[in-house]
DNA sequence: CTAATGACGACAC
DNA sequence: CGTGTCGCCATTA
C-alpha cells in the first residue's frame, strides 16, 4: 500500500466514521469540510483506499452518496450491500440507487 | 515532467 | 429540463 497522503485519506476516514446511523452525506461536503471544496473526487478516490484499508474498522462509506444521493458508488460494493445496508438503517430511497439525501442529509461538525 | 483517470460538482448549451 | 463539457486535486502510468 502506497499511502503516501495518509493526512488527506485519515481526513476522509475520520469523517465517514462520524456519519451516524440511517443518515448520508456528499463526497462534496465531505470535501469541503476538508477544505478542499473541488476536490470532491478525492474523497471519493480516499474511500475507494478505503475499501482496501478495512483492517478492522468498519466505515460506513455506503452512507457517503453524490450530492444527488445516488449510489454512485455501488459498483464498488458486493452486490447491493450499499442499498440493503442504507435501507436497513431506516434510509428511504427516491428511487432504486437514489437515496431521499434531502431527508437523512448529515454533515460533519453537526453534532460538535 | 506530461498525460490520463476517478465512489464529483458546477455551469453552459 | 436533459446532456455535455470543464474544472479540481491527487494518484498512477
Redesign the pocket.
Known sequence: ??M??ND??NRVYEIVAEIPYGRVT????I?RYLG????????????????SNSDGTV?P??R?????G????????PGDS?RERLEQEGVTFKEEYTVDIENHFWEPGMGS
Open positions: 500500500m502506497k503516501t497522503q488527506y485519506y456528499t463526497y462534496g461536503t470535501a478542499v471544496a473541488s476536490g470532491a473526487r478525492m474523497v471519493g478516490y480516499a474511500l475507494n483506499n478505503l475499501a466505515y462509506a455506503h457517503v452518496v453524490n450530492r444527488l445516488q449510489l454512485t458508488g455501488r459498483a464498488h460494493f450499499m
